[in-house]
């Protein structure tokens, strides 16, 4: 079974801010997502990795498939950034594990 | 462009009731899943489905069954609701590029 870890669980930043969150895996992978969920929201995947890094404006997501871990940074963050962020690998192409999730508060 | 849709958003069951819910996509992916959310708790997979006419258990299938009679469906069924049903669900699905989508979700409390 695929065991996903994300750390911090709980993440309060000020405006402006850089943000990392982390996420380790124990086994090989088809692909990464990182996902945005907001407070009674639905969830949106900010990105899919299978290896190197992404951006996309503030966000940057980065994997190393050999040391089986992955970041999702944010950069200048801002309180909209506020969410929680989950971290879910896609197994044997057809299954996702989730970490338990990073809940992040951006004060302004 | 509708992506996932789930229905309904909210749902207050007795226990012992039974309901479906459904989940329904636009983009002709083969791959469907549901998963329910417990607070402090990864998403769980209950049922899968890689495409119409074929479906699997996940890792939490205990108290509900599934359909995939068209590519386009995927409802999930409880028969006899408990309070440890009590969650949120989430319908997705997958595209062949791996790339996936989640529905809005349905809180559902079991009284």
């Known amino acids: 079974k695929n065991e996903v870890e994300q750390s911090p669980q709980n993440l309060t930043a000020q405006e402006g801010e850089f943000i990392t969150i982390n996420c380790s895996y124990s086994?090989?992978?088809?692909?990464l997502h990182w996902l945005q969920q907001h407070p009674g929201g639905g969830i949106v995947s900010l990105f899919m990795l299978s290896s190197g890094k992404k951006k996309h404006g503030r966000l940057i997501a980065t994997i190393n498939i050999q040391e089986k871990h992955s970041s999702l940074h944010i950069t200048a963050s801002h309180p909209r950034d506020s969410a929680v962020y989950i971290c879910a690998v896609l197994y044997n192409f057809n299954k996702f594990y989730f970490g338990s999730g990073t809940k992040l508060n951006v004060k302004p | 462009n509708a992506g996932v849709t789930q229905t309904p958003k909210f749902r207050i069951l007795k226990i012992g009731q039974s309901m479906t819910l459904q989940c329904t996509q636009d983009m002709n992916h083969n791959y469907m899943y549901w998963y329910r959310q417990d607070p402090g708790m990864g998403l769980k997979l209950i049922y899968y489905s890689v495409g119409a006419g074929i479906t699997d258990k996940g890792e939490v299938p205990n108290g509900y069954n599934v359909s995939r009679s068209t590519t386009e469906d995927f409802p999930l069924r409880l028969e006899l609701a408990a309070p440890s049903q009590t969650s949120v669900y989430f319908c997705?699905?997958?595209?062949?590029?791996?790339?996936?989508?989640f529905g809005q979700g349905t809180r559902l409390t079991v009284v």
């Open positions: 997705a699905s997958s595209s062949a590029d791996r790339r996936a989508f």
């Open positions: 086994v090989g992978i088809s692909a």
